[in-house]
């Protein structure tokens, strides 16, 4: 008997939302449909905004939360037009909401996360259940929060006495490590395409470098990379986590004042650079001998990032998701229906190796139809 759920993604790159109605009929997973929005220039500019301090947070980040639960609702419509079903036939949604600050352990020892949402609304709005606010109760058993990803990678990706790894290229970079005697290890690797689609929209009006072109156009500045991997971000031993309250264009333009004659372009070249290195090296620190490395999210489709990646892991394969079965853009999305699911069936999930907390906890909260 089918299993239906829906998984509504919006990531630190602020592009958009991505959603996915998949069918977990005994215990697998087969996507019958995927859609996307666009963010509006307008939301996307305030959602950027709210990642900082800035005045009347409360009253704009709950017009922000509103207006992002439209946007999801429309993919949720898409979805369900694309698969001819009602929403009566899917069990729940669910909806990781927007990060716009993420702190954890920090200030207090607990610390907090903040995905914009208003589950409440969604509920309305799509007639289904909504699960949502899936990293605060990590965050309050001790944990980072993020990354949330590698319990679904396991189940999707994982093969019996084979190490794989899997490394999600969104706003911020992710590794999760398969290990084949079924251990895993998760944890954020640094910026992932934030950076270079912000430089790359500040100096040529596009939203995104399409396939690196821009970046592969120049060789990246030695000098600077190594300035940007000085960071001790990236020196940090797992569990760690990170986002846009670290590596965001304030942290960039500071470490750049020294480097003032680089040309925008091979500054683009660096930020790539800069993606695929760090990503490289803790592939090689937590499993040099990581026979296949698949990537998701949108870095999988920036042909220069790959490259590079490969380069740099000669020993690897490195590989799209698509490859593995399910398309880059898909697999995060895939993530949180698969998640929505595990608090339906208040399935814990074992996540002392991967974020730190102090043990299995049952994740996200339940708004119902």
Known sequence: MPELYIGLMSG??????????????????????????????????ELLALNRAGPDEIHRSQLAANAL??????????????????????????????TVRHRPQAFDGTGYTVQLAQPALLAELAGIEVVADFRSRDVAAGGQGAPLAPFF????????????????????????VLRADGSQLGFDCGPGNALMDG???????????????????????????????????????????????????????????????????????TLAELTAASCAQDVQRHAPDLPRLIVCGGGALNAHLMRRLQDLLPATRVLSSDDAGLPPLQVEAAAF??????????????????TGARGARVLGGIWPA
Request: with cysteine.
């Open 153 to 176: 990678h396991r189940a999707l990706f994982a093969r019996a006495g084979e190490a794989v790894g899997v490394l999600n290229i969104g706003g911020m970079s992710n590794l999760t």
């Open 12 to 45: 630190t790159s602020l592009d958009g939302v991505d959603g996915v109605l998949a069918d977990f009929e005994g215990g697998g997973l087969r996507v019958l449909a995927h859609a996307g929005a666009p963010f509006d220039p307008r939301l996307k500019a």
């Open 69 to 98: 639960m439209r946007v999801y609702a429309q993919v949720v419509r898409e979805l369900l037009a694309r698969a001819g079903l009602q929403a009566g036939d899917v069990r729940a949604i669910g909806a990781h909401g927007q």
């Open 337 to 354: 229906a698969w998640l929505a699911r595990k608090a339906v069936r208040r399935e814990p999930l074992a996540l002392e190796s991967t």
């Open 199 to 269: 430089w790359c929209q500040r100096h040529t009006g596009q939203a995104y470098d399409d396939q690196g072109a821009w970046a592969a156009g120049a060789p990246p500045d030695a000098a600077l990379l190594q300035a940007l991997l000085a960071e001790p971000f990236f020196a940090m031993a797992p569990p760690k986590s990170t986002g846009r309250d670290l590596f965001d264009a304030p942290w960039l333009d500071r470490l750049l004042q020294p480097f003032g004659g680089l040309a925008p372009q091979q500054v683009q070249a």
